[in-house]
């Protein structure tokens, strides 16, 4: 079991920048992937970002390339994404996802096994 709490969302202007932090529970955290995903309203959930287990190996949607970057910190057991530049489409909820079975990541959601609550992100223009 992997129980996993995001936080960091919040209301910021075009251009700006954010912080989300993903704290895990539970299963050791440096042996599984990481992903980070967002749901618009009326829209599918998608993928923004992954991680390997190690931090060496990361994956982007096109749409946040250059903008986002996500990381890792074991010792913590908490992965991040920070965000900046950010545009009024990048408005969602942010949910942080653990892999279990893949120390790579997918940008897949049913590779996914536990995801967090969510956080909301909202850029206004």
């Known amino acids: 079991q992997v129980q996993l709490v995001e936080s960091g969302g919040g209301l910021v202007q075009a251009g700006g920048s954010l912080r989300l932090s993903c704290a895990a529970s539970?299963?050791?955290?440096?042996?599984?992937?990481m992903g980070w995903f967002r749901q618009a309203p009326g829209q599918e959930r998608e993928f923004v970002a992954a991680?390997?287990?190690?931090?060496?190996?990361?994956s982007y949607v096109d749409s946040v390339k250059g903008r986002f970057t996500i990381s890792r910190d074991n010792a913590k057991n908490t992965v991040y994404l920070q965000m900046n530049s950010l545009k009024p489409e990048d408005t969602a909820v942010y949910y942080c996802?653990?892999?279990?079975?893949?120390?790579?990541?997918?940008?897949?959601?049913?590779?996914?096994?536990?995801w967090g609550q969510g956080t909301q992100v909202t850029v206004s223009s």
């Open positions: 996802a653990a892999d279990v079975s893949s120390r790579t990541g997918s940008s897949r959601r049913a590779e996914y096994d536990y």
């Open positions: 991680i390997s287990w190690s931090g060496r190996t990361t």
């Open positions: 539970g299963r050791t955290f440096g042996t599984y992937a």
